[in-house]
């Protein structure tokens, strides 16, 4: 392969550093309205009354909407497939408020400061309601939806907004008979994206009264249907355009900000502006979905696992956007990674007064981790056996069928879940070279500050089986050129560059020959969006099958023009025996002008009821000091097997970008509520993302595989290393210092309880 | 107010609007590579060059700059050709979603300036204030170095 594998710069990346105007608030808008939202202090209430006269009274305010102003629709705010697993239980704006931070009203004025004025002079009268900040109490806490109005609550009356259920074979008997039972129960936070842009939403009017919205969203063609669902507004009236965005990682599959704009504009027929602060992004956007996870295992004598049983406990804070599929995404890819006959499942995901969560990279599978790597650690230190054997002993293997994969499914049966590609074990023999295993662990460890070493292993997804789907279409032009639109959404990822890559690849030209315009719903064809790791597999897929047939039709009319049965494609020729020849550009040019004139141009689609693993595993080399309970990673090592790597230099840039982010969980980010449930750290001073001196040592590495079910052999890359760091990080503590800290995230105070 | 300063090798004199910060002012004159992301100092997404020191736009208030000499990536690239940081941020893969890539360039050709050959330790000091949620530094780290 000429381009695959190989180094490819980004076709975006001129543009981005020389900062030319391609995000979505780089444009100048005339006539321009800002929006402000009234976020509401208290964590339950019914809105008594909401008086605005004062705000109106300011100058340069032109609207404030509240809940009267609204329909009473009910829907979901997850950019999911259609129709969505999520519950509908979210309003645009209601007459109750569960959360601090909960949309109260709209302020509508001629500039940010005038429409924060407004805010301030608008007067709420509010009648709290006993609030619940506990996900161990939703179920027997006061009920915080109505139980007319929304759907798709699992039990509305015991703030259950999903549930799960899953067994294979049968795990009481089997733990009864097991040599080896295990049971720990574990705990992640509150966790934030962080994506430096923040949401950000413009829409306007176009020359004929079409609304356009030109947002940060991962989900374009989601945007569209939602906001023509929410606000009665003909779906053909509307065009979505994703330019390009500042990070997402899951935070921007949301539709918060696209349906508020839309409805301004609509009402005052302005352009307007809707983004959210930094604060508003720490308490009224989507974090990370806490979860409780209670693992009970069962192994025989030779250590083989005979019995799973997992418990969840989701808290969805008080809306359920994702409730069901990341708790399912939890389950089904901790559960898929090991082989097990005996396996149970009760997943339920809860209502809190907390803010609201959704989906963040990995979609749950980080929650299932760190609690499964950390007791498969635990077991291997109980059993006294090597925790890399124990895996390597246990992990599922080429061929395999996994019956519980597909029993979980997306929150519900699924597709067959068969292993076509693993390189697991040569992920963890080559992380456990680079890391220096051995030698660390033959380390005795005396002083104060002491040096550990652990491990995790993780797969995921490549796309949602069954539900994702990506379609491209490829136009030729007389230069040899080719217009790749794709409705994949690129934010940051470099999806634009691996499709023009597969392109390229496919009709054997150069990667600058074709033209990539991406996520535009007036324009490109539909893609379910960016999320699920379905980039390259789904929509990489549509983009091969729409180059094969356009590199068809370019052979085919070739061998037209030389007069022949019979010829070949050669980099960017079509070459007949004996050597009569044609180029694309010749070929192109006679097929427009002069010969049976034609458009070159294909189309095609890809969903896929597979949705290969890829599989990494993670090591951590860390020190603790036992003065101070400060944990220090000095190096990570992340060894994964994507199969065909299609772009080195960016499948790279994902594991290194994936690692702070759960380092980060591990060890310094995690949302604080005060007893009222207002957020405390709502800054990046007091919520401390990892900064370039926080950086450990980093070493990636791909392991060779080839995934018959993807596009040249791929597999996906961008949530994969997210789900190891944690775990093996919280390993490496208990290596150092004796310390198993089970919730997340690993604070010196914890460390240091456990040394004293 | 009218105040006097140089923006990108350009003499500019204006009115300014009192709490007016540069940050807005930049973005208001279509200066987009400078950006919004917190507006309290703490992303490093809105860095200029003040006088050749890489400071956070959103915490300076217009009427401080008079005199001052403004820098951003406007300045560091025509049609044709691209600063060796842009470069090799570019060459690198030092760049994914990009949003933060100016402020990172600027910081690095402040530190660049004083310093023609940095060691790591003090490459990410000098990236310390830049957050970046997609690349973990790795890249642009190397980025600089080169």
Known sequence: ?756 | MKIKFILNNKTIETDIKPGQTLLEYLRENEIYSVKYGCDNGECGACTVLVNGKAQNSCLILMHTINNCKIETVESFSDHESLHPLQKSFLDEGAVQCGYCSPGMILSAEALLRNNVNPNEDEIKDALAGNLCRCTGYVKPIKAVQK
């Open chain 1, 1 to 756: 392969m000429k381009i695959i594998g190989k180094k490819t710069i980004r076709v975006d990346g001129e543009s981005l550093v020389k900062g030319k105007p391609v995000f979505a608030d780089d444009i100048k808008l005339n006539d321009l309205l800002y929006i402000k939202i009234l976020h509401s202090p208290i964590a339950h209430a019914k809105i008594k009354n909401i008086d605005s006269s004062k705000a109106m009274g300011i100058d340069g305010v032109v609207a404030v909407y509240t809940h009267k102003d609204f329909n009473k629709h009910y829907y979901t705010t997850a950019g999911q497939g259609y129709p969505e697993p999520s519950p509908r239980d979210y309003r645009i704006l209601d007459d109750t408020v569960r959360y601090v931070g909960d949309n109260v009203a709209f302020a509508v004025a001629e500039s940010v400061d005038i429409a924060e004025k407004a805010l301030e002079a608008i007067k709420v009268d509010y009648e709290e309601s006993p609030a619940n900040f506990d996900d161990t109490k939703a179920m027997n806490s006061p009920q915080m939806h109505p139980s007319d109005g929304p759907t798709g609550i699992f039990n509305v009356k015991k703030n259950i907004a999903a549930n799960l259920r899953a067994e294979v074979g049968n795990t009481k008997e089997a733990l009864a008979k097991a040599d080896f039972v295990f049971s720990k129960e574990y705990s992640t936070p509150f966790v934030q994206h962080a994506h430096i842009e923040p949401h950000i939403t413009l829409t306007w009017l176009d020359e004929n009264g079409r609304l356009v919205i030109r947002t940060a969203t991962q989900v374009p063609f989601h945007v569209r249907r939602i906001v023509a669902e929410v606000l009665d507004f003909p779906l053909r009236k509307i065009r979505v355009i994703k330019p390009r965005v500042g990070g997402a990682f899951g935070g921007k599959q949301e539709i918060m900000t696209e349906e508020i704009c839309s409805a301004v504009t609509l009402k005052t027929g302005r352009p307007t502006r809707l983004e959210l602060t930094r604060k508003e992004e720490f308490y009224a956007s989507r974090s990370r979905h806490p979860q409780k996870v209670k693992f009970t295992f069962g192994l025989n004598k030779k250590n083989e696992f005979e019995a799973m049983e997992m418990d969840i406990l989701e808290n969805c804070g008080a809306y359920g956007p994702h409730a069901l599929t990341v708790m399912s995404v939890t389950a089904q890819k901790a559960l898929s990674l090991y082989r097990c006959p005996n396996i149970k499942l009760e997943a339920n995901a809860v209502y809190t007064n907390l803010s609201i969560a959704g989906a963040y990279r990995g979609y749950g599978a980080p929650q299932g981790f760190f609690p499964l790597e950390s007791i498969i650690d635990e077991m291997a230190n109980e059993l006294n056996i090597d925790p890399i054997e124990l895996r390597k002993k246990n992990h599922v293997q080429l061929g395999d069928d996994i019956p519980i994969g597909k029993i979980i499914g997306e929150g519900g049966e699924g597709f067959p879940v068969i292993v076509r590609s693993m390189g697991l074990t040569e992920c963890l023999d080559e992380g456990k070279k680079l890391i220096g295993w051995n030698k660390i662990k033959s380390e005795k460890q005396k002083g104060i500050v002491r040096r550990g070493v652990g491990v995790a292993a993780a797969g995921q997804g490549s796309g949602i089986p069954g539900i994702d789907m990506g379609a491209a279409f490829i136009k030729m032009n007389e230069d040899a050129s080719f217009n790749l639109l794709v409705g994949a959404t690129d934010l940051g990822t470099g999806s634009d560059t691996m499709l023009a890559q597969i392109a390229a690849e496919t009709l054997e030209v150069s990667v600058d020959s074709i033209i990539v315009y991406s996520s535009d719903t007036d324009y490109t064809p539909f893609d379910t969006g960016a999320y699920a790791s379905s980039g390259t597999y789904i929509s990489g897929t549509a983009v091969k099958k729409a180059a094969e047939k356009v590199k068809a039709q370019i052979l085919d009319i070739g061998m037209k023009i030389l007069g022949v049965k019979k010829a070949e494609i050669r980099n960017g020729w079509v070459i007949a025996e004996g050597g009569k020849k044609i180029s694309y550009s010749d070929i192109c040019t006679k097929a427009m002008y002069t010969d049976e004139q034609q458009q070159i141009m294909a189309e095609a689609s890809h969903m896929s009821y597979d949705s290969p693993s890829p599989y990494n595993a993670t090591f951590a080399d860390v020190s603790v000091d036992t003065e101070t309970g400060i944990v220090k990673v000095n190096k990570i090592v992340s060894v994964t097997d994507i199969g065909q790597v299609i772009n080195p230099q960016m499948s790279e840039g994902q594991v290194e970008g994936a690692i702070p982010q759960s380092l980060g969980m591990a060890l310094t980010e995690f949302m604080i509520f005060d007893e009222k449930g207002a957020p405390i750290n709502t800054d990046f001073n007091n919520y401390h993302i990892y900064t370039a001196i926080d950086m450990p040592e980093i070493v990636t590495k791909f392991v060779n595989t080839h995934e018959p079910t993807g596009p040249y052999g791929a597999k996906a890359v961008a949530e994969i290393p997210i789900n190891g760091p944690a775990p093996a990080v919280a390993n490496a503590v208990f290596n150092a210092v004796g310390v198993r800290i089970r919730n997340l995230p690993i604070t010196p105070e914890k460390v240091l309880s456990k040394i004293l």
